[in-house]
């Protein structure tokens, strides 16, 4: 067990529809990082926040948005739902804002859009 | 971030050691090696990193040559649990702080 908490562990939705992917970090971890890792793809980098800021963007689709909240727990929000977003979704956390350090996963969230 | 390289899968028989290599001729001086692994469908699970020196703890050992070009990690008892891909990633410096950047991994296999 890591620490990093997600929910819900499963979800199926429709196209066009909105979802939003909650994430607990570790105790005492202040950035969240979000990845995508669908079959095709492997395992993609989608944002970093750190203490409620936004740190870094990766592969993000625009329909895609992310926030931290002042209790440091992070929320993806996805919208305009379509196949391809069909995906496994992991957020990670870790300590530290910049320095390398090792990043603690949780157990993902399957989306599935139908 | 320098590219790494690993064979795309590997055999290991349980109770024996598995060496895992990975390529990474392009590092540069303040990148570090990073081992993480990911059993199926799990969040990915971090395992162990360097930078020059060899590193060992609890779940295995890193190796990294003189020249740093390239690395191997090192399950010294692996069993069944062990099967999973496992992941090098080398990563430092600027932007690329904190961002992990995913490459096929070898698909290490674990036979009784």
């Known amino acids: 067990d890591s620490g990093v908490t997600q929910t819900p562990k499963h979800l199926i939705t429709a196209t066009g529809q909105r979802v939003t992917l909650r994430c607990s970090p570790r105790s005492g971890d202040l950035s969240v990082y979000w990845y995508q890792q669908s079959l095709d793809q492997g395992l993609q980098f989608l944002i970093h926040y750190y203490n409620g800021e936004e740190r870094a963007k990766g592969n993000i689709l625009e329909r895609f948005s992310a926030q931290q909240f002042p209790d440091l727990h992070s929320e993806l929000n996805l919208s305009s739902l379509e196949l391809g977003d069909s995906a496994l979704y992991f957020c990670?956390?870790?300590?530290?804002?910049?320095?390398?350090?090792?990043?603690?996963f949780g157990p993902g969230t399957r989306l599935t859009v139908t | 971030d320098a590219k790494t390289t690993q064979p795309p899968s590997m055999d290991c028989a349980e109770g024996r050691a598995a060496n895992l290599p990975c390529n990474h001729s392009?590092?540069?001086?303040?990148?570090?090696v990073y081992w993480y692994r990911q059993i199926h469908s799990q969040g990915p699970q971090y395992i162990i990193h360097g930078l020059k020196n060899n590193e060992t703890n609890e779940m295995a050992s890193l190796i990294i040559t003189e020249d740093r070009k390239s690395s191997t990690l090192i399950l010294p008892h692996a069993t069944l649990r062990d099967t999973a891909v496992y992941y090098c990633?080398?990563?430092?410096?600027?932007?690329?702080?904190?961002?992990?950047?995913f490459g096929q991994g070898t698909i290490l296999t674990v036979h009784p």
């Open positions: 990633i080398v990563i430092g410096g600027g932007t690329s702080y904190g961002k992990l950047t």
């Open positions: 990670a956390s870790s300590r530290d804002r910049d320095r390398v350090r090792e990043q603690y």
């Open positions: 392009t590092i540069s001086g303040n990148e570090y």
